[in-house]
């Protein structure tokens, strides 16, 4: 078993967990009760909610299956610079609203995922 890549998998539900149980209160419920966005604006945000909630599970189990098995070693490459990047673009996006990024739990949650990936595809 490939540690690095199971403690990825563990991050990736953790931040899952976070997502789906702590965020969805705060700023899904939050979403759907404005009622100053276009209605349009608002459920395209609540579909990328909900996005993000199936590629975490998706990312879950990607690195699980790495960690299980050297023949899904693959999903790595894909899986540790996808969740860079979006650490990246979590940082990118507080900054741009004036927000501390470690203030956003992504930013720092992606980016121990990404990088426990990244040190599993290379060794």
Known sequence: ??????????????TFAVHTFAGGPVVARPLLADTHLPPESKWLNYYCWHITTVLLAFMAVGFA????SATYAIYLVFLAPL?????????????????????????????????????????
């Not at 078993?1 to 953790?14: E, G, K, N, P, Q």
């Not at 299956?65 to 299980?68: I, S, T």
């Open 65 to 68: 299956a790495a960690a299980w």
């Open 1 to 14: 078993m490939d540690i690095l890549a199971a403690l990825a998998s563990l991050t990736a539900l953790t």
């Open 83 to 123: 969740a860079l990047t979006l650490s990246a673009l979590s940082a990118w996006v507080a900054i741009k609203g004036g927000i501390a990024p470690w203030r956003l739990p992504s930013t720092s949650m992606f980016a121990l995922t990404g990088l426990l990936g990244l040190g599993a595809a290379l060794t």
